[in-house]
Protein backbone atom coordinates (compact mmCIF):
# COMPACT_ATOMS: atom_id res chain seq x y z
CA UNK A 1 0.00 0.00 0.00
CA UNK A 2 1.41 3.39 -0.58
CA UNK A 3 -0.01 6.73 0.29
CA UNK A 4 0.59 10.30 -2.12
CA UNK A 5 -0.74 13.31 -1.01
CA UNK A 6 -1.18 16.58 -3.72
CA UNK A 7 -1.70 20.10 -2.96
CA UNK A 8 -4.49 21.51 -4.75
CA UNK A 9 -6.46 24.64 -4.52
CA UNK A 10 -7.78 25.54 -1.11
CA UNK A 11 -7.14 21.86 0.11
CA UNK A 12 -4.67 18.47 -0.05
CA UNK A 13 -6.04 15.44 -2.46
CA UNK A 14 -4.81 12.44 -0.66
CA UNK A 15 -4.57 9.08 -3.63
CA UNK A 16 -4.02 5.75 -1.86
CA UNK A 17 -3.48 2.38 -3.54
CA UNK A 18 -3.89 -1.09 -1.89
CA UNK A 19 -2.06 -3.43 -3.66
CA UNK A 20 -1.77 -7.60 -2.87
CA UNK A 21 0.47 -10.29 -3.80
CA UNK A 22 -0.84 -13.04 -6.88
CA UNK A 23 2.23 -15.23 -6.90
CA UNK A 24 4.70 -13.11 -7.83
CA UNK A 25 2.66 -10.21 -10.24
CA UNK A 26 1.31 -7.39 -7.69
CA UNK A 27 -2.29 -6.22 -8.33
CA UNK A 28 -3.43 -3.05 -7.17
CA UNK A 29 -7.41 -3.75 -6.35
CA UNK A 30 -8.79 -0.18 -5.58
CA UNK A 31 -7.89 3.30 -5.95
CA UNK A 32 -9.29 5.70 -3.35
CA UNK A 33 -9.20 9.80 -3.40
CA UNK A 34 -9.55 11.96 -0.69
CA UNK A 35 -9.75 15.58 -0.29
CA UNK A 36 -9.60 17.42 2.57
CA UNK A 37 -10.32 21.39 2.66
CA UNK A 38 -9.80 24.19 4.46
CA UNK A 39 -10.89 27.77 4.34
CA UNK A 40 -8.86 30.76 4.51
CA UNK A 41 -9.97 31.51 8.07
CA UNK A 42 -8.60 28.04 8.93
CA UNK A 43 -4.66 27.58 7.98
CA UNK A 44 -2.88 24.79 9.25
CA UNK A 45 -1.63 25.45 12.21
CA UNK A 46 1.67 27.19 13.12
CA UNK A 47 4.65 24.39 13.58
CA UNK A 48 5.68 25.11 17.54
CA UNK A 49 8.73 23.95 19.88
CA UNK A 50 7.80 23.37 23.58
CA UNK A 51 10.67 24.58 25.91
CA UNK A 52 8.85 24.15 29.02
CA UNK A 53 5.98 22.06 30.47
CA UNK A 54 4.71 22.81 34.02
CA UNK A 55 4.84 19.83 36.19
CA UNK A 56 1.34 20.78 38.02
CA UNK A 57 -0.59 21.18 34.62
CA UNK A 58 -3.16 18.32 35.23
CA UNK A 59 -3.29 19.39 39.14
CA UNK A 60 -4.00 23.12 38.14
CA UNK A 61 -6.77 21.96 36.09
CA UNK A 62 -8.54 19.81 37.65
CA UNK A 63 -8.86 21.78 40.41
CA UNK A 64 -9.76 24.81 38.87
CA UNK A 65 -12.65 22.58 37.19
CA UNK A 66 -13.28 21.09 40.52
CA UNK A 67 -13.74 25.12 42.18
CA UNK A 68 -16.17 26.34 40.03
CA UNK A 69 -18.34 23.16 39.98
CA UNK A 70 -18.78 23.58 43.80
CA UNK A 71 -19.65 27.15 43.09
CA UNK A 72 -22.12 25.96 40.63
CA UNK A 73 -23.19 23.32 42.65
CA UNK A 74 -23.98 26.01 45.56
CA UNK A 75 -26.23 28.10 43.31
CA UNK A 76 -28.04 25.02 42.51
CA UNK A 77 -28.81 23.72 45.68
CA UNK A 78 -29.37 27.33 47.81
CA UNK A 79 -32.73 27.66 46.52
CA UNK A 80 -33.89 24.50 47.81
CA UNK A 81 -33.28 25.51 51.69
CA UNK A 82 -36.67 28.04 51.21
CA UNK A 83 -38.54 24.95 50.29
CA UNK A 84 -37.61 22.58 52.56
CA UNK A 85 -39.81 22.15 56.36
CA UNK A 86 -38.50 22.75 58.79
CA UNK A 87 -38.46 24.91 62.05
CA UNK A 88 -36.17 27.44 60.79
CA UNK A 89 -37.09 31.28 60.09
CA UNK A 90 -36.54 32.69 57.07
CA UNK A 91 -34.20 35.21 57.49
CA UNK A 92 -31.68 32.21 59.04
CA UNK A 93 -32.48 30.51 55.79
CA UNK A 94 -31.60 33.62 54.14
CA UNK A 95 -28.19 34.01 56.62
CA UNK A 96 -27.12 30.20 55.77
CA UNK A 97 -27.64 30.60 51.69
CA UNK A 98 -25.41 33.84 51.98
CA UNK A 99 -22.72 32.36 53.98
CA UNK A 100 -22.58 29.28 51.48
CA UNK A 101 -22.37 31.36 48.71
CA UNK A 102 -20.15 33.89 49.92
CA UNK A 103 -17.99 30.68 51.27
CA UNK A 104 -18.10 29.36 47.97
CA UNK A 105 -17.12 32.71 45.76
CA UNK A 106 -14.38 33.47 47.99
CA UNK A 107 -12.78 29.66 47.52
CA UNK A 108 -13.66 29.71 43.90
CA UNK A 109 -12.05 33.44 42.89
CA UNK A 110 -8.90 32.91 45.72
CA UNK A 111 -8.24 29.31 43.65
CA UNK A 112 -8.19 31.67 40.31
CA UNK A 113 -5.86 34.04 41.88
CA UNK A 114 -3.51 31.43 42.52
CA UNK A 115 -3.84 29.47 39.68
CA UNK A 116 -4.62 31.65 36.85
CA UNK A 117 -0.74 32.79 36.26
CA UNK A 118 0.46 28.95 36.29
CA UNK A 119 2.17 28.53 33.08
CA UNK A 120 1.50 25.09 31.92
CA UNK A 121 3.64 25.39 28.75
CA UNK A 122 6.27 27.74 27.62
CA UNK A 123 6.64 27.20 23.56
CA UNK A 124 8.61 28.71 20.65
CA UNK A 125 8.15 29.30 17.19
CA UNK A 126 10.22 26.98 14.78
CA UNK A 127 10.24 29.61 12.20
CA UNK A 128 10.74 32.46 14.66
CA UNK A 129 13.83 34.92 13.49
CA UNK A 130 16.54 33.53 16.17
CA UNK A 131 19.50 31.38 14.45
CA UNK A 132 19.30 27.84 15.40
CA UNK A 133 21.68 25.60 16.22
CA UNK A 134 22.06 21.70 15.82
CA UNK A 135 25.15 20.29 17.87
CA UNK A 136 26.26 16.45 17.02
CA UNK A 137 26.74 14.96 20.21
CA UNK A 138 28.16 11.13 20.08
CA UNK A 139 29.40 11.33 16.68
CA UNK A 140 28.43 9.74 12.82
CA UNK A 141 28.17 5.57 14.56
CA UNK A 142 25.52 6.75 17.23
CA UNK A 143 23.92 10.14 16.37
CA UNK A 144 22.60 11.89 19.03
CA UNK A 145 21.50 15.78 17.96
CA UNK A 146 20.51 18.47 19.94
CA UNK A 147 18.70 21.59 18.70
CA UNK A 148 18.08 25.08 20.38
CA UNK A 149 17.60 28.59 19.02
CA UNK A 150 19.15 31.72 19.90
CA UNK A 151 17.14 33.57 22.42
CA UNK A 152 16.60 37.62 21.97
CA UNK A 153 15.18 39.95 23.12
CA UNK A 154 12.50 40.27 20.46
CA UNK A 155 12.06 35.93 20.71
CA UNK A 156 8.45 35.51 21.02
CA UNK A 157 7.03 33.48 23.37
CA UNK A 158 4.04 31.43 24.01
CA UNK A 159 2.82 30.94 27.12
CA UNK A 160 0.35 28.68 27.80
CA UNK A 161 -2.11 29.31 31.33
CA UNK A 162 -5.83 27.89 32.01
CA UNK A 163 -8.96 30.51 31.78
CA UNK A 164 -11.48 30.64 34.51
CA UNK A 165 -13.60 27.34 33.51
CA UNK A 166 -10.31 25.31 32.56
CA UNK A 167 -9.95 26.59 28.96
CA UNK A 168 -6.40 27.08 27.44
CA UNK A 169 -5.29 30.28 27.15
CA UNK A 170 -2.41 31.88 25.23
CA UNK A 171 -0.24 34.73 25.46
CA UNK A 172 2.53 35.38 23.01
CA UNK A 173 4.86 38.04 24.76
CA UNK A 174 8.32 39.23 23.36
CA UNK A 175 11.16 37.92 26.02
CA UNK A 176 12.14 41.85 26.20
CA UNK A 177 8.73 42.86 27.68
CA UNK A 178 8.80 40.74 30.60
CA UNK A 179 10.35 41.38 34.17
CA UNK A 180 10.38 40.02 37.53
CA UNK A 181 6.90 39.87 39.02
CA UNK A 182 6.41 40.77 42.75
CA UNK A 183 2.98 39.72 42.93
CA UNK A 184 2.91 36.22 45.19
CA UNK A 185 2.02 32.94 43.29
CA UNK A 186 3.75 35.16 39.90
CA UNK A 187 7.18 34.67 38.60
CA UNK A 188 7.45 36.61 35.71
CA UNK A 189 5.03 40.26 34.66
CA UNK A 190 4.39 42.20 31.08
CA UNK A 191 6.42 45.37 31.24
CA UNK A 192 3.83 48.13 32.76
CA UNK A 193 5.15 50.27 29.96
CA UNK A 194 4.01 47.48 27.63
CA UNK A 195 0.52 46.44 28.47
CA UNK A 196 -1.11 49.47 26.73
CA UNK A 197 0.27 48.41 23.72
CA UNK A 198 -0.38 44.85 24.42
CA UNK A 199 -3.83 45.96 25.57
CA UNK A 200 -5.30 46.89 22.32
CA UNK A 201 -4.39 43.87 20.31
CA UNK A 202 -7.19 40.98 19.67
CA UNK A 203 -5.83 38.25 22.57
CA UNK A 204 -4.13 40.63 25.16
CA UNK A 205 -1.99 38.59 27.20
CA UNK A 206 -2.18 37.96 30.76
CA UNK A 207 -0.45 40.37 32.53
CA UNK A 208 1.27 37.91 34.85
CA UNK A 209 2.86 34.02 34.83
CA UNK A 210 4.06 31.62 37.13
CA UNK A 211 7.04 29.35 35.95
CA UNK A 212 8.76 26.85 38.21
CA UNK A 213 12.75 28.46 38.80
CA UNK A 214 13.95 25.01 39.32
CA UNK A 215 12.50 24.04 35.97
CA UNK A 216 14.59 26.55 33.76
CA UNK A 217 17.42 24.31 33.33
CA UNK A 218 18.21 24.13 29.54
CA UNK A 219 20.09 26.78 27.94
CA UNK A 220 17.08 28.43 26.08
CA UNK A 221 15.15 28.58 29.40
CA UNK A 222 18.36 30.15 31.03
CA UNK A 223 18.65 32.57 27.95
CA UNK A 224 15.17 33.40 28.84
CA UNK A 225 15.56 33.77 32.55
CA UNK A 226 18.41 35.72 32.50
CA UNK A 227 17.03 38.10 29.75
CA UNK A 228 14.11 38.75 32.11
CA UNK A 229 16.20 39.34 35.07
CA UNK A 230 18.04 42.12 33.18
CA UNK A 231 21.21 40.02 33.13
CA UNK A 232 22.04 39.95 28.73
CA UNK A 233 24.95 38.34 29.25
CA UNK A 234 23.88 35.29 28.13
CA UNK A 235 27.12 33.78 27.06
CA UNK A 236 28.46 33.07 23.95
CA UNK A 237 27.14 31.35 21.01
CA UNK A 238 30.12 28.31 21.38
CA UNK A 239 29.53 28.24 25.08
CA UNK A 240 25.97 27.79 24.78
CA UNK A 241 26.51 25.06 22.04
CA UNK A 242 29.67 23.23 24.22
CA UNK A 243 26.65 23.41 27.39
CA UNK A 244 24.13 21.83 25.15
CA UNK A 245 25.67 18.71 24.02
CA UNK A 246 27.36 18.08 27.67
CA UNK A 247 23.30 18.00 28.65
CA UNK A 248 22.26 15.98 26.23
CA UNK A 249 25.46 13.57 26.46
CA UNK A 250 24.81 13.29 30.38
CA UNK A 251 20.72 12.55 29.67
CA UNK A 252 21.94 9.96 27.12
CA UNK A 253 24.20 8.30 30.34
CA UNK A 254 20.95 8.52 32.43
CA UNK A 255 18.72 6.79 30.13
CA UNK A 256 20.94 4.04 29.38
Not at 51 to 66: M, R, S
Request: hydrophobic share 40%; charged share 20%.
Amino acid sequence: MFVRQALCRNGFRTFTAVQTARGSALKTLSLVSHQHWYTTGSQPAEKERALYIGPLANTAKYLKIFSVSSLALTFAVCPAVFLIEAPISFGMRSILVGAAIATSTVSTGLVHWCLSPYVTKIAISEEHNGEHYTQDVLGDNNPLKTTFSEITPDTELKLYTYKFLGGVRISQVKVGDLEPSNRPFTSWGVKKEKLPLYNQSSNPPKPTFYVHPNLLDTEELKSISKFIAGQTEAGSKRDIALKAAAEAVANRKITN
